[in-house]
């Protein structure tokens, strides 16, 4: 077995260096995962470039859409987590603390939050074993992890689609109730909102509209293959004149913000029906205008973030029945020597083509 591991450490904005770390002896509550892939999440763009790195201080390791095998298990945490030497996982990214009552409601995720978790990809290296992020060849796991196993016939570049299909799937169904026969409007088709196109399919809305701009045509492409049914273009449609000619005048009954900034989100007002849901998975730093609407729609306006644990298991079960084409979403693979250049096609500098960009060690 190896006794180090390699790793790409964010010492600073836009500054990485690979370095080796010695892996940690493992006892009877710990475990070491194997790297295969780690899915490289806009969330790691902003600290990345240095505009937000949330409580966790430079350097440290990230990623956070860890795959991998169990290398090395502890006979204890083998039995908390009901994993085994050699079996292929996915690792949340939360580490909650699994006793407190936020926990224990199921809400680890959200709020009222675990006010004791961390997480993966967030970690300094400070902390030992410092092997807290996915852009590793190991990652460090304990009782705090959460895992879910995953077939060993899917491609390991498919494998980490399953946290944003998860959010898809969690974001438009249970937080924005959308059902059958449901409009669904997704704005953003980057890989969450292509996550929230087959949340809406599995919903069963009737219609679903994914909205991009005209530089998003590879993606928008992506969203029609998942099943989309009418793509919409905000730089070059009248996109409240289409959806309501595409409604009868009835626009949705659902709305999923996954492009942030300010136009996409006063264009959510309109774009929602009388009684519906919007959904905003981030938000303007800038005034919005249009909060009149709130009321003279009778509008629900949902925050998110993260999902749930039914979400995710449900979203590896998809991933692993190949029921979507999830092969024209993987456009980009990197090894850990070249991170830096995976994280900036995640942030669409250079690789503007990039729908999901993977960091793979081997």
């Not at 500054?15 to 770390?21: G, H, N, Q, S, T």
């Not at 993606?219 to 996109?239: C, Q, S």
Request: aromatic content about 6%; overall charge negative; hydrophobic content about 40%.
């Amino acid at each position: 077995m190896d006794t180090v591991a390699k790793a790409a450490v964010l010492i600073g904005p836009r500054e990485l260096e690979v370095r080796a770390f010695s892996l940690p002896d493992i006892g009877s509550t710990e475990g070491l995962l194997k790297v295969e892939a780690c899915g490289v999440c806009t969330a790691d763009y902003p600290p990345f470039v240095g505009n937000s790195l949330g409580t966790s201080p430079y350097p440290l390791i990230l990623g956070h859409e860890i795959v991998g095998r169990v290398e090395v298990i502890g006979d204890e945490l083998a039995r908390l987590l009901d994993i085994k030497k050699g079996e292929r996982i996915v690792v949340e990214e939360i580490r909650p603390c699994g006793i407190c009552e936020a926990c224990l409601a199921g809400y680890y995720q959200g709020f009222p939050k675990c006010k004791s978790y961390d997480k993966y990809g967030s970690k300094p290296i400070s902390d030992s074993p410092a092997l807290w992020g996915g852009y590793s060849e190991y990652v460090y796991l304990d009782r705090h992890s959460v895992v879910s196993k995953v077939s060993q016939q899917v491609s390991a570049d498919i494998a980490p689609l399953y946290l944003p299909i998860s959010n898809g799937i969690y974001w438009v169904a249970d937080v924005g109730g959308a059902k059958i026969g449901s409009t669904v409007i997704i704005e953003g088709p980057g890989q969450h909102g292509l996550g929230g196109v087959i949340g809406a399919k599995e919903a069963g809305a009737a219609c679903v509209i994914s909205i991009g701009l005209s530089h998003d045509e590879r993606r928008l492409a992506a969203a029609k293959e998942l099943g989309a049914d009418y793509i919409l273009r905000a730089d070059v449609d009248n996109v409240v004149e289409a959806v309501k000619e595409i409604t009868d005048g009835k626009m949705a009954d659902m709305v999923l913000n996954t492009a942030g900034g300010l136009p996409a989100m006063e264009t959510a007002f309109d774009l929602a029906g009388e009684r519906a849901t919007i959904v905003t998975s981030s938000y303007p730093r800038e005034a919005v205008s249009g909060l009149e609407k709130i009321n003279g729609k009778r509008l629900t306006i949902k925050g998110i973030g993260g999902r749930d644990q039914r979400s995710a298991r449900a979203a590896i079960h998809l991933v692993e029945s190949g029921k979507y084409p999830l092969e024209n979403l993987a456009t980009h693979r990197f090894s850990i020597d070249e991170t830096y250049s995976a994280l900036q096609a995640a942030g669409r500098e250079g690789e503007f083509d990039a729908i999901h960009v993977t960091v793979m060690p081997n």
